[in-house]
Each structure stands twice: as C-alpha cells, then as structure tokens.
C-alpha cells in the first residue's frame, strides 16, 4: 500500500508544501522553496495561509 501524499499550495511562492498525512486545522509548516511560514486553514481541500506573526507580549 503506497503513503499519500497531500499537497497544497505555498501562497507566497505558489511551491508545493507537501504532507504525509492529512495536516490538522491549524497546524504550522514551513515552505521548503521559499522557508514562509504557513498555517493550515482548511483540511478539505488543503489550503494554506501565511501564519500570524507571533508578537512578545512582555507581561502588558
């Protein structure tokens, strides 16, 4: 039986981020062409976006 292999899209260079299996809602990968971090935001079909910068919060 061969793995799957599912594939979706990078938006900032359009390179194909592959998976070994089908990714969770929310989960965060890198692009391996252009290294853009990008979050998974929907499972069905696959379609990734550009992951929210994560800022210092500092204890405010």
């Known amino acids: ?9 990078c938006p900032e260079c359009e390179g ?6 089908l990714p969770l809602a929310g989960e965060v990968t890198r692009c391996g062409d252009c290294g853009a971090e990008l979050e998974v935001v929907s499972r069905d079909p696959v379609r990734l976006e550009l992951a929210p910068e994560v800022e210092e919060d500092w204890g405010e």
């Open 16 to 21: 194909a981020v592959r998976f070994g299996s």
């Open 1 to 9: 039986m061969a793995t799957q292999v599912i594939e979706a899209s």
